[in-house]
């Protein structure tokens, strides 16, 4: 009895399911280029694509780290105000995340693997309380004492 076109198909897909699990690499080869030709052609779409799963990756991250409020103030009304904060300063030199706070990546498959591990490294704060937090324990490289002075109002 000859098949359907549906039968075909699905045969059709099975098959190719199966090869690309017998032939990762090949498949992967395949796709890749598939991918580069795809970007190449809708540059825009890609930067938009892109920078939501940022977005998306960014909030998971927020979750990750007890929420998307502020450790210190309570600040929870746009998470977009919200930043990452390595409790101690440093962050761009962190060994335990590879790649520090500025890979969010890297950041979050880190935190799925240790749920608890950025206790007391990392803490969630919004964009507010980060800034004086940096000048009150003069995290920025130079010219703290000035900056203090001023910020503060002191002559
Ligand atoms: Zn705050």
């Not at 103030?73 to 706070?101: E, F, M, P, V």
Request: with cysteine; net charge positive.
């Amino acid at each position: 009895m000859p098949k359907s076109i549906e039968e075909k198909r699905a045969a059709k897909a099975a098959y190719q399911r199966e090869w690309t699990k017998r032939n990762p690499e090949k498949w992967q080869a395949i796709a890749n280029k598939a991918r580069k030709k795809w970007r190449a052609t809708n540059f825009e779409r890609d930067c938009e694509i892109n920078r939501s799963l940022r977005y998306i990756v960014r909030r998971e991250v927020l979750d990750l780290l007890g929420g998307q409020k502020c450790a210190h103030c309570g600040y929870d009304a746009d998470w977009r105000a919200l930043q990452i904060d390595h409790i101690h300063g440093g962050g761009s030199k962190d060994s335990k995340t590879s790649g520090g706070n500025t890979n969010l990546w890297a950041m979050r498959n880190w935190l799925k693997k240790n749920p608890d591990g950025w206790q007391g490294t990392y803490q969630v704060l919004c964009a507010n309380c980060n800034r004086i937090k940096v000048f009150e324990n003069g995290e920025h490289s130079a010219g703290y004492t000035v900056s203090k002075r001023m910020e503060i109002g002191e002559r």
